[in-house]
């Protein structure tokens, strides 16, 4: 009921292409759905988040897709760069239990 | 940029012995959590307080596992006494008092390797 699960685990992309992560959830209270970016050695850093009363939302390279019925969204990367080679990671949580469910990761390589 | 503190950045100890992390959340940031991240896999929560008190710590291992947040600022976690099992990142973050946002903050995190 808790699960996140994110795809995939492993992803190259050419510099200048889109990277595209998928996370699917099955627990309908989670209302607050966050993206982190974590590179070796590193906390993850707060990238984009999004609540389920909008479809879309875009920072700069970035943009989040959320289907609240499929109850899937997705991290979408533009322009992607060799700086945006790291690690991602998709959350979740509740109004009333703010403490976040994380997928699996995403190890991201751009290449040159 | 205010951030989240943690110390020590890396702790080395042997099987049975105990070992403690802490944690300055950003100020004026009422929670506080502590997660563990396994190599390879996303952070998992241990425990979180709410100022000084604990509401969540259903996943700590509290044969083990103990932590504390005295004053409703700072934070250790403390294990006793550690396991090979134990080896992993401790991450502590940080956000608002419940109500205003959602957004948490991670530190930099404590790698522990139990030998």
């Known amino acids: 009921q808790q699960q996140v699960k994110q795809s995939p685990q492993s992803l190259i992309v050419q510099k200048g292409g889109i990277s595209i992560i998928n996370c699917a959830y099955e627990?309908?209270?989670?209302?607050?759905f966050p993206w982190y970016q974590q590179f070796p050695g590193k906390g993850p850093a707060l990238l984009i988040a999004i609540r389920p009363d909008v479809s879309e939302k875009k920072e700069g390279r970035f943009t989040i897709s959320f289907n609240k019925s499929a109850k899937q969204f997705s991290l979408h990367i533009m322009d992607s760069q060799p700086g945006d080679s790291a690690t991602y990671f998709c959350a979740a949580s509740t109004t009333g239990r703010r403490a976040l469910t994380f997928g699996s990761g995403t190890r991201l390589q751009v290449q040159p | 940029e205010a951030e989240v503190a943690q110390s020590p950045r890396y702790k080395i100890t042997e099987k049975s012995q105990a070992v403690a992390f802490w944690c300055d959340p950003i100020?004026?940031?009422?929670?506080l959590y502590w997660y563990r991240q396994i190599l390879g896999q996303g952070p998992e929560l241990l425990v979180q307080f709410q100022d000084e008190s604990v509401v969540d710590d259903s996943q700590l291992p509290k044969d083990r596992f103990s932590a504390e947040r005295l004053k409703g600022v700072d934070s250790t976690l403390k294990i006793q006494p550690a396991e090979l099992g134990d080896s992993a990142m401790y991450l502590c973050?940080?956000?608002?008092?419940?109500?205003?946002?959602?957004?948490?903050?991670f530190g930099p995190g404590t790698r522990l390797t139990v030998t």
């Open positions: 627990n309908t209270a989670f209302d607050y």
């Open positions: 100020s004026g940031h009422a929670t």
């Open positions: 973050a940080s956000s608002r008092r419940q109500g205003s946002s959602y957004e948490q903050y």
